[in-house]
């Protein structure tokens, strides 16, 4: 039996298409996801991401626990902020890649992929229970009675002040909503219930998560969608925001992330604090470091016309002795630079951008390139010429 968010009846009422995803019955799509694309790149696209996880932990020890298990440097956040992390496992191989948050000086929210929920909260406990101060420390799932939607686009902070008005009560202590920055979290009431909104992104426009009380999330959504109407916004499903995603090189667990793969393989180092004390997997993720991976994750487009590439393509080096040397992680049609694109791994000489490389399409090989990350950079707005 597919699990629903308490957004399912709304998805329905809108017409969305309905897919498995990590377990979860989710919208793919409304209308098609190409017009889902590009009203986010234009305009405001909203998402349910109430099938994520979240886990709670809080206490005296929340911090020292937190920087035992995870990747990045607990101890550079505060009350209001979060950063992108990793957790691994001794091999180094990521368990899963998440968000944390700091709600208070003793209180920290991370979210979780909705695939991994369980495994996650598994591993957390058996962290928790070698932990030698465990009872400094409190571990909640909270993720069944959260729910969670994120608005993303170039025009959502025109209107999200009329959602959430007025300074926030805890948190990043803003006088509204739109003077968060990026990687801020604050807390807003909504319908009498503590509401948070942060200020993150998952498709490389300015955009808004809320997490809120399952019980709230279906008025947030609605009061969000009512807001945004004069705006273009338009409600959005997975297929436009895993396009959108792998457009600016944002990883998925699953495809660009696994237990047998690295944060330092994934071009993640920058959320490994190598230098911060010991934590699971900083023995080989140092040693891979100080040696260089055999393979790196490379963005790449198509140089010539072909259907677009796919999760679990071959990757193929060029020339008189050309092999299969990769396999294609994440792969798409760019709705907004018209090629296909996508990321691979490679072997580490290969991952120079510029390399020509081949992707196997249907039996045939066809010609790409790696390029830098990310593949899509927006605009930047032109400076009227002056006289």
């Known amino acids: 039996m597919l699990k629903r968010t308490p957004l399912f009846e709304c998805h329905q009422q ?3 298409k309905l897919v498995e995803f990590g377990g979860w019955e989710m919208p793919v799509q409304y209308t098609s996801i190409t ?3 590009q009203v986010v790149r234009k ?3 909203l998402f349910d991401i109430s099938h994520m996880g979240e886990v709670l932990v809080s206490g005296a020890g929340a911090a020292e626990f937190l920087n035992r298990t995870l990747t990045n440097d607990v101890t550079k956040l505060t009350p209001g902020l979060g950063q992108y992390t990793l957790m691994c496992r001794e091999t180094g ?3 899963d890649d998440l968000y944390l948050y700091q709600l ?3 209180e920290y929210l991370l979210i ?3 695939s991994r929920i369980d495994v996650d909260v598994a591993w957390l406990q058996e962290r928790w229970a070698a932990f030698p101060a465990a009872g400094t420390v409190e571990l909640r799932d909270v993720s069944a009675e959260t729910g969670a939607v994120a608005l993303q686009g170039p025009r959502a902070a025109a209107f999200i002040g009329d959602v959430f008005p007025g300074p926030a009560n805890g948190g990043t202590l803003v006088a509204r909503v739109t003077e968060l920055r990026k990687n801020q979290i604050a807390r807003w009431e909504f319908a009498g219930q503590p509401v948070r909104v942060a200020r993150t992104g998952y498709t490389g426009e300015d955009g808004f998560e809320v997490v809120a009380p399952a019980g709230v999330i279906v008025a947030v959504w609605q009061k969000i969608l009512a807001a945004g109407h004069p705006y273009c916004l338009q409600p959005a499903g997975l297929g436009a925001r895993d396009t959108l995603r792998t457009e600016v090189c944002y990883p998925l667990y699953g495809h660009e992330l696994d237990e047998q793969t690295t944060p330092i393989e994934a071009g993640l180092g920058f959320f490994v604090a190598l230098d911060k004390g ?9 040693a891979q470091k100080a040696a260089g991976p055999a393979r790196k994750c490379v963005a790449f487009k198509m140089t010539e016309r072909s259907a677009p590439p796919r999760p679990q393509y071959a990757v193929w080096s060029t020339g008189p002795e050309a092999a299969a040397v990769g396999t294609v992680v994440s792969g798409t049609q760019s709705p907004s630079l018209g090629v296909g694109i996508g990321m691979a791994y490679v072997p580490a000489a290969l991952a120079r951008p510029g390399t020509a490389i081949a992707v196997e399409i249907r039996g045939k090989r066809a010609a790409a390139v790696v ?7 927006r605009p930047v707005p032109q400076t009227p010429a002056t006289v």
């Open 14 to 16: 809108l017409g969305g």
């Open 35 to 37: 017009d889902e694309h």
């Open 43 to 45: 305009h405001a696209g």
């Open 93 to 95: 191989g990521v368990m």
């Open 104 to 106: 208070a000086p003793l």
């Open 112 to 114: 979780i992929n909705a």
């Open 278 to 286: 010991e934590f699971v997997g900083r023995a080989a993720l140092a």
């Open 371 to 377: 390029v830098p990350k990310p593949i899509y950079l």
